[in-house]
């Protein structure tokens, strides 16, 4: 009997899953780590102690769990949040803490530096879009520009997956979805320009950019002694989260949608065609010959969870006591609460925001409030304020001409059903949810699984996968929502300049 393992690194959490020949899981682990905010707009990982240490003790217990002879791994897939920038030395020691994703917003002066620097019509040439928090360049030119004692002594600028892989098997690579996070230092073709690099790094700084789903490595003795894998395990590439989460939902052909409701909010299109908006982005995708819409929220869990510490902790403790779940607890009355939360509007801006406004300055914001208001209101308000984020995706989607066949959602929100509903609700569109939600590392395992040779493309399992729960927009609280979500849009542009005051 084969197995393939797959281990994803996410924002507050790391999980991994050991699938066997028939793609069924046969165990799965999951280890949880903080995040650093040390100033606002700072959002950083200890890489060795998160990302390293999680991926072996997630490693570790599937084999325990599982029991299986590490010989019988035949292949393992990673992914990692993606487009973070992290300065390693020749031994791949980090120099400092891993700067994050969009989430982490430092770089706004280099970014505006850059567009000075290169000019709209340059930007658009390069970037197809404007500069955002998004982009690893501008960080590594924050570095730069802030730490050249961590710049001088930089070897590589990797993004996680890329640490990970090097870390298992002492080869430095990125895979080509993650690879355009680091323009200009590439070619469209994903090869390292050194002319296009020179005013961030010099080209032998960067990782070798090949295939998501081909064997670049394999386990060398230090990674086996630490992770329990077998000397020689083939690994993959590695890959962003989101795009390993895509997969485990099946978005395998156009039309086909993901929306990843974890501690941010991730969006996925496949498309048949390479479509560019200022407002998304736009790249090649894991699945041959076709092309990714995507975008990102800043927000979606880690507001969830700002509720639950700051207004609801009172459910946290209680928690403790008798083993129910805060977040389940937060659940209690909200389905009562009409469209709308009684006249309270949120903008989930609590961390700037990415897509679709592109606005790392943006802040939130509670409209509305009276005092009969109730916390109960305000964190169903909190929901809908993300649910008319992601609608406005989707409303952007379908005005390039690209239908939404299918909209499956992923992730640790998936465990809120009023939450599902609210978007199905806001948006007016059926979303589904998978059978197997374990997310990312069940996409990592199923990648492994085809390198490994069990299929001979991922196509091949589009009905393995299918949806295990579908949540129908009620037309009455669509036409409700509409009036509110007109509201949300006007408060943003409305309050754009007092925002970027503060």
């Not at 949806?467 to 037309?475: I, L, R, S």
Request: hydrophobic letters at 40%; one cysteine or more.
């Amino acid at each position: 009997m084969h197995y393939y393992m797959g281990i994803d690194v996410g924002t507050y959490e790391s999980k991994g899953v050991l699938i066997d020949e028939s793609f069924q899981v046969i165990a799965r682990k999951a280890v949880r780590h903080g995040l650093e905010n040390p100033e606002p707009g700072f959002f950083e990982h200890d890489a060795e102690e998160v990302w390293w240490g999680d991926l072996c003790k997630v490693s570790q217990g599937l084999i325990a769990e599982s029991g299986v002879d590490p010989a019988d791994i035949k292949c393992l897939g990673t992914s990692a949040l993606g487009a973070d920038c992290l300065a390693v030395d020749a031994n791949c020691k980090p120099l400092r803490k891993a700067i994050l994703y969009g989430i982490d917003s430092r770089a706004s002066a280099e970014i505006e530096l850059l567009n000075q620097s290169y000019g709209e019509e340059k930007i658009q040439e390069i970037w197809g879009r404007p500069l955002c928090s998004s982009d690893v360049a501008p960080k590594i030119l924050w570095i730069k520009r802030n730490e050249p004692e961590v710049y001088e002594k930089t070897a590589k600028f990797l993004t996680a997956t890329s640490y990970l892989t090097a870390k298992l098997t002492g080869n430095y690579v990125i895979d080509k979805f993650l690879v355009n996070t680091f323009a200009p230092c590439y070619d469209k073709e994903g090869n390292i320009d050194p002319a296009g690099a020179e005013p961030f790094c010099r080209a032998d700084q960067l990782a070798e950019c090949r295939k998501t789903t081909e064997i670049v490595g394999t386990i060398t003795p230090e990674a086996s002694a630490a992770t329990g894998l077998a000397v020689g395990t083939p690994v993959l590439t590695g890959t962003d989260d989101s795009g390993a989460e895509a997969i485990s939902t099946g978005v395998f052909k156009p039309g086909d949608m993901m929306v990843q409701l974890g501690s941010t909010c991730y969006f996925i299109y496949c498309s048949d065609e390479l479509v560019k908006d200022d407002r998304l982005w736009h790249d090649s995708f894991i699945i041959p010959d076709t092309f990714s819409i995507s975008g990102g929220t800043n927000t979606a869990g880690t507001l969830t969870r700002w509720f639950r510490d700051t207004i609801f902790f009172d459910k946290l403790e209680a928690e403790k006591k008798t083993g129910v779940k805060a977040y389940q607890a937060m659940l209690e009355g909200l389905e009562e609460i009409p469209p709308g939360s009684d006249g309270l509007i949120t903008l989930p801006y609590f961390a700037g925001e990415r897509t679709p406004i592109n606005d790392a300055q943006a802040k939130g914001l509670i409209f509305g409030l009276r005092l009969d208001h109730t916390r109960e209101q305000l964190y169903k308000s909190a929901l809908e304020g993300i649910a008319y984020s992601i609608a406005q995706h989707f409303d952007i989607i379908e005005s390039l001409g690209k239908p939404l066949e299918k909209i499956m959602i992923v992730g640790g929100g998936t465990k809120n059903p009023v939450w599902l509903q609210i978007i199905a609700d806001v948006s007016g569109r059926e979303v589904h949810v998978a059978g197997e939600t374990i997310g990312a590392a069940y996409g990592d395992a199923l990648m492994a699984a085809l390198a490994g040779g069990e299929i001979s493309t991922l196509g091949a399992l589009d009905g393995f996968i299918k949806p295990e729960k579908t949540f129908v927009p009620d037309p009455e609280k669509v036409k409700a929502y509409q009036h509110y979500r007109r509201i949300f849009e006007a408060l943003y542009l409305q309050n754009k300049e007092l925002m970027h005051l503060i």
